[in-house]
């Protein structure tokens, strides 16, 4: 006996265009964030600005705290839905495509080039961008840092490695769908709504990501997060969609959430800080009681704000559809598919800006507001004329067919 995904009776079957709007929120915000990375003073960012600062470290942390994790939430719900309809084998071969073809393409093209334009901020090097191909795919196999096994001296995935988790969780998932046994499956769901069902209990659930962030650490690259916490949050999207008694706990519990969030906050950002403060201290992977504890308030924060914003989202919406074509419908439409080709297309993009920009005798405001509006510019147009009109290119981006 195999496990089937099956939904509840009471689970909701229309698509909540909330979570659309998060998914698109938190990309084009990936774009005013890599800009400021080029003025932080902590971050060895592909190009770097002479003046920097430290704000921007303190204005990252509110967002990095639940961007990233929500867009893995999202990515289970997802994967749960496709599920149903394709059956595992279905899931595995349609992530593939949507996924594995962006991701090497991407990887075959405009992935080096932050890289090689790290390299042209020396004014002693002059090698063009072909000739310094051959380097960046020089690699050889590393099965140490799994799921990212290929390792060079340049090579790298870049910002796409959201893409290489997310399809390899998505591959670990179809066959434990599929061989994990059904029953089992049903009374894991029906703990995990138990725990939910008590007031505030929800809470509970960050606990598992605390423990991960504690001991397994925090990785900066990949959005100040460990991958196996958002293996977790990627799992608890695809279990609490399939009962609606969790959707009905976020709602209840979204104010309790958001203000343990914020207290969790305000104390583990200055003990990051403490912690970063030691001599050769290393506050996302020690292992003194300082640092572990940190991380671990910061995991339980990125969940209740995962709670706080999904229960402040999911309200009723009027039951009459909304004329086909108004403007809105259209933009939501638009947005919705351009989530994916706009991550890939964009940090390449606010790169090659900032190479550019940085040599400006201006103020660190003015160059970060016209790299901010450049890169979201040049990010939308070259979706649009480039990505969004011809079948391959499509294909060549993870979308669907018109």
């Not at 971050?43 to 990252?60: G, H, M, P, R, S």
């Not at 925090?218 to 916490?229: H, P």
């Not at 405001?365 to 901010?372: A, C, F, K, T």
Request: hydrophobic share 55%; aromatic share 12%.
């Amino acid at each position: 006996m195999t496990m089937r995904v099956e939904p509840s009776r009471q689970a909701v079957q229309e698509r909540r265009p909330e979570l659309d709007a998060m998914r698109a929120l938190v990309v084009v915000g990936l774009v005013f964030f890599h800009a400021s990375l080029v003025f932080d003073s902590r971050d060895d960012f592909y190009v770097k600005n002479a003046e920097t600062t430290e704000i921007t470290l303190y204005i990252a942390a509110l967002c990095v705290i639940w961007a990233m994790p929500l867009l893995f939430l999202i990515a289970g719900l997802g994967s749960w839905h496709s599920m149903r309809r394709r059956g595992p084998g279905g899931f595995a071969a349609e992530r593939l495509l949507r996924l594995g073809v962006p991701l090497v393409f991407a990887t075959a093209t405009i992935v080096p080039v932050p890289q090689w334009l790290r390299l042209r901020a020396d004014p002693a090097y002059h090698e063009s961008y072909l000739a310094f191909l051959p380097k960046f795919y020089t690699v050889r196999l590393d099965l140490s840092d799994f799921p990212f096994v290929l390792d060079g001296a340049y090579f790298e995935t870049g910002h796409l490695w959201f893409v290489v988790l997310l399809l390899t969780f998505s591959l670990l998932l179809a066959p434990l769908v599929r061989y994990v046994p059904r029953e089992r499956a049903r009374r894991l769901r029906a703990r995990l709504a138990a725990i939910a069902r008590p007031r505030c209990a929800l809470l509970l659930l960050g606990v598992p990501i605390a423990v991960v962030c504690a001991l397994v650490g925090l990785e900066e690259a990949f959005g100040g997060w460990s991958r196996w916490a958002y293996l977790v949050f990627f799992l608890y999207g695809f279990v609490l969609v399939t009962d609606p008694g969790f959707r009905a706990a976020m709602r209840r519990d979204r104010l309790p959430a958001a203000v343990a969030g914020l207290v969790l906050m305000a104390v583990g950002v200055p003990g990051f800080v403490v912690a970063g403060d030691v001599p050769g201290a290393d506050p996302f992977t020690d292992l003194t009681p300082l640092a572990i504890g940190v991380r671990a308030l910061y995991g339980l924060a990125g969940w209740c704000w995962l709670v706080a914003i999904l229960g402040a989202l999911d309200r009723p919406r009027p039951s009459p559809a909304a004329p086909a074509g108004r403007p809105p419908r259209r933009l939501y439409a638009y947005l919705a598919a351009a989530v994916l080709p706009l991550y890939v297309l964009h940090q390449p993009i606010v790169v090659a800006v900032a190479y550019f920009v940085v040599g400006w005798q201006a103020p660190i405001l003015v160059e970060y507001l016209v790299i901010v509006a450049v890169s979201l510019v040049l990010t939308v147009a070259v979706y649009d004329v480039f990505v969004r009109r011809t079948r391959v290119t499509r294909f060549l981006f993870g979308m669907r067919g018109r």
